[in-house]
């Protein structure tokens, strides 16, 4: 594995995703998901998991799957997207006492389009930087 990859490819997805996350949940769909309070350590942890999950991807491009294009990138994110979000609706559905279809859905789609997103622009920097 690159080292040097990984790391840049971590650091660059986990930027896109913060700022494609501002942009889904803070401005598109805001009126749909709960925003953070002001005050509450909410924006730390999501920075937090944002760059966690850059450097899921990244580590999962460059030590397993040789991924160092946009488009191969890209494929590859909306496949992850999919499950991930698939996954973590399914448990944030099993909570809820009415559980929200629409709102599943629009998570879903957002998921898989961010994870796309973020995947090619990993694929991207890892081709670049090897």
Known sequence: MNTKSFIIGGLVG????????WLFYGILF???FP????DSNAMLFITFGCFAFGF??????NRWAQISTFGTGLKAGAVIG????LTSNAFR???????DYEMAGID?????IMTAIVGGV??????KVK
Do not use: H, N
Not at 14 to 21: A, E, N, Y
Not at 56 to 61: K, P, R, T, V
Not at 82 to 85: G, K
């Open 35 to 38: 925003q953070p309070e002001e």
């Open 93 to 99: 559905m099993a909570q809820e006492t009415v559980p």
């Open 30 to 32: 805001a009126d749909k």
């Open 122 to 127: 990993i694929g991207a920097v890892s081709g």
């Open 14 to 21: 986990g930027l896109v995703d913060w700022l494609l996350g």
């Open 82 to 85: 999919l499950f991930f979000a």
């Open 108 to 112: 879903i789609a957002i998921g898989i």
């Open 56 to 61: 899921f991807i990244s580590y999962i491009y």
